[in-house]
């Protein structure tokens, strides 16, 4: 009788080999992770400034560590930011509700008149009062000396 094919279960045949990556670290002959070496260290941060995997940067553990403890340091010396905000592509979103906005287009209009709030953006720098239109009085008797 044949065998059958195990589905699902068990290690396959042939799995997906891949060539582990070199470290920057080994090809540029790095001793030591200084903290001050921006260039070096922002090469291992992805675009959004996280830290990037030790199978993503070929690094292997110790040197992960170094780096990861140099960016830190860095971080808190204001060398290198925590996060960095990415330009939105033109394409909206669906949002965090998965596209589902609710009551938000059906409300009815706010009435204008019942809101006692200043617009701020009808206010112009004329409207606000200027410092050399102001006038001090001063009294006789308020001066001690």
Do not use: C, H, W
Not at 44 to 57: E, G, L, Q
Not at 123 to 128: I, K
């Amino acid at each position: 009788m044949a065998k059958k094919p195990q589905r699902g279960r068990g290690k396959p045949e042939n799995p997906r080999k891949y060539k582990k990556k070199t470290s920057p670290l080994l090809i540029e002959k790095v001793e030591y992770v200084d903290y001050k070496d921006v260039d070096l260290l922002s090469r291992f941060m992805s675009d959004r400034a996280k830290i990037r995997n030790m199978k993503v940067s070929g690094n292997n553990r110790q040197q992960q560590l170094d780096i990861a403890k140099a960016i830190k340091i860095s971080r808190e010396m204001a060398l290198l930011p925590y996060a960095k905000r990415v330009a939105s592509s033109g394409r909206p979103g669906r949002g965090r509700d998965g596209g589902r906005d609710g009551d938000r287009d059906r409300r009815p209009p706010r009435d204008e008149g019942t809101d006692s709030k200043v617009d701020a953006t009808s206010a112009t720098a004329q409207d606000a009062p200027v410092a050399d239109d102001v006038v001090e009085t001063v009294t006789e008797g308020s001066d001690a000396s």
